[in-house]
């Protein structure tokens, strides 16, 4: 397969119902960026969870704790962490606590609305946040044109020869396939964050955040 059959089964999950559901997800993430930094907040702390975890098992996660990221000692969030199942919940927890010293900071990062230089703030400041977890957060919150590279969409991209398959994914080379999506986004008219939910569907057949 080639990067021409990519762009033909992306254009084709352009007609299905699919994309009812990413249009819904997409608004979902646009919506969020109106919220309060309470709301913003919690939802840098499930990107930190999902680091090198389950996605979904992070949502759960993500509903049962809630308002007990922004409150809970370190101590406490471990304990819980860990009784929901999180893999790492000692080293996710510390990360949490210490990113809440960095809320005033945030605040302001994110009023420029300059997707790339806030990520490079995020994966700076905010620990337990690379370049993956750090575009999540951001396409979340409603900036649409950063891209997600993890494994499943590493994987599309493979089996679509669009890409080898990187030994590592350090900066140099997380950007440079950034611009590779980049270019096939605009090649089917959609913005990165619209694309990573449709190569992670041909991945997984689910549209997560």
Not at 26 to 35: D, L
Not at 76 to 83: A, G, I, T, V
Not at 116 to 137: C, D, M, P, Q, T
Not at 174 to 179: F, V
Request: net charge positive; proline share 1%; charged share 35%.
């Amino acid at each position: 397969m080639t990067k021409k059959d990519l762009i033909k089964d992306l254009r084709r999950l352009l007609e299905g119902k699919v994309k009812n559901i990413v249009d819904l997800r997409v608004r979902e993430f646009i919506e969020m960026n109106s919220k309060n930094l309470d709301v913003l907040f919690k939802e840098l702390c499930f990107c930190i969870l999902t680091a090198n975890f389950n996605a979904e098992k992070s949502i759960r996660i993500q509903r049962e704790i809630d308002d007990g990221f922004l409150t809970y000692s370190e101590e406490r969030l471990s304990r819980e962490l860990r009784r929901l199942g999180h893999r790492y919940p000692n080293v996710r927890a510390r990360y949490i606590v210490e990113a809440r010293s960095h809320l005033e900071d945030l605040s302001k990062v994110l009023a420029s609305n300059d997707a790339r230089s806030i990520r490079e703030w995020l994966v700076k400041n905010i620990k337990g946040l690379g370049y993956k977890e750090a575009s999540h957060f951001l396409r979340n919150i409603g900036f649409l044109d950063v891209a997600i590279i993890d494994y499943h969409i590493v994987d599309v991209l493979v089996k679509y020869n669009v890409i080898d398959r990187p030994k590592r994914l350090n900066r140099a080379k997380y950007l440079e396939i950034e611009n590779m999506l980049r270019d096939i986004a605009l090649e089917v008219g959609l913005k990165l964050g619209e694309l990573d939910l449709y190569l992670w569907y041909m991945e997984t057949g689910k549209v997560l955040k």
